[in-house]
């Protein structure tokens, strides 16, 4: 399997090489040169198998001869055996609605389920290549710590972690700072996510600091992050439909940076029998609003009770957007010109058309938001964290559908007790997290402020 950029201006490369580029050189991102397809026979033994057994099966095509089998079964083995549940993502009942439980890793949200993955898989290629990593990401509250703990007390690794002051929970904040370990830095810019997004995509687009400093990606511009989540939509099928191809299912995602439901789409060209994504956003509605008009344009970030999805440049849309123009890289190049240039682009009519087929798209506010958590939990004792309400919001007309739910709702205290006068317990991984010890370094959000820390903290 070779890897391209949705922009065309890389020769392909191994999935060994797109893991350790992340971003592509060219300014876009890597997808595979085709998706491999799956029939329903192979769906149907696929719906048989416990989560590793069938990560296994997902990825092998992906990573093609880099990887042996035998090598990426021990990988996954040792990725989930952190979890705290034996099915790692369970599908539960909350009342009629099915929920998708994806915050039994580490830090308790779903992006564990593939910074779990990828920081193993770092450490086994660093080791077996030789080299060393400085990896550099942005957070808008749960990838960041979700990476810290993938890739903590590393050796040939250390991490530099952006996310917004005073603009993550309390508690997404604490499970960042509270890491001590040595290869780990956490800083706090002056500003919001998307600040510290462009902070990054400048410091990836910055080809010679890129080389000297060997950097690398976390974010989900990493091709092994969609990867690691495109398990869980087959694991959730095949618990819910018993691997009968005719039975088509559709997945309620709250959605922000566009990682997550796109690995859904993927999912999709697979084969995976999807009738729906329903496209799930808080007020930061710029996806929503793609979806309904055809433009994609930038607004004000809103704070909102869902602030991992307070976002308006989604960093995955370009890998979208790269299939809705059949494939088309110079398409991409210029709609993305068009973006750079004006703040937006727009499709044709016939392409948002075709958006529409896929994707439902609904924008659901605060009041919304506490709504569902309070009715949701006077029905059926179940706790929603704010993101996962926003999902299941979005997804009322649809009674089937299986509902991703994000994290764990002891996260979002505050917002929790606002709508039910409780706070959820919290799991073991999040207690006496306020009472430990930090350390974080507060920055301007600039391009050449957060070098010097690098640089300074590198040679140290």
Known sequence: MRYISTRGGVEPVTFTQAVMMGLATDGGLLLPESIPTIDSATLSKWSQLNFQELAVEVMLPFVGSDIGREELTTLVEESYASFD???????????????????????????????????????????????????????????????????????RINIFILHPHKRVSPIQERQMTTVLDDNVHNIAIRATFDDGQRIVKELFNDLEFKKS???????????????????????????????????????????????????????????????????????????????????????????????????????????????????????????????????????????????????????????????????????????LDPHTAVGVKAAQDMPTAICLATAHPAKFGAAVHDAIGIEAPPPPSLQGLMEKETRCAILDAGSDVIKAYMEQAIKA
């Open 213 to 383: 400093h060997s950097l690398g990606a976390v974010n989900s511009i990493n091709w092994a992050r969609i990867l690691a989540q495109v398990v869980y939509y087959f694991y959730a099928w095949g618990r819910t439909n018993g691997g009968d191809s005719a039975q088509k299912a559709t997945f309620s995602v709250p959605t922000g940076n566009f990682g997550d439901i796109f690995a859904g789409y993927i999912a999709m060209r697979m084969g995976l029998p999807i009738e729906r994504l329903v496209l799930a956003t808080n007020s930061n509605d710029i996806l929503t609003r793609f979806v309904h008009s055809g433009t994609y344009q930038t607004g004000e970030v809103h704070p909102t009770v869902s602030p991992s999805m307070d976002i308006q440049i989604s960093s995955n849309f370009e890998r979208y957007l790269y299939f809705l123009m059949d494939e088309n890289p110079a398409e991409v190049r210029r709609l993305m010109d068009e973006m750079s240039k004006q703040g937006k682009l727009t499709v044709p009519a016939a392409k948002q058309a075709e958006v529409a087929k896929i994707f439902h798209a609904v924008a659901v506010s605060e009041e919304e938001t506490l709504e569902q958590i309070r009715e949701t939990y006077q029905q059926s004792g179940y706790i």
């Open 85 to 155: 549940h034996p099915e790692v993502t369970p599908v539960v009942s909350a009342g009629e609605t099915r929920i998708l439980e994806l915050f039994h890793g580490p830090t308790a949200a779903f992006k564990d389920v593939a910074l779990q993955f990828l920081g193993n898989l770092f450490e086994f290629l660093l080791e077996r290549d030789g080299g060393r990593l400085n990896i550099i990401g942005a957070t808008s509250g749960d990838t960041g710590s979700a990476a810290i703990y993938g890739v903590r007390g590393k050796e």
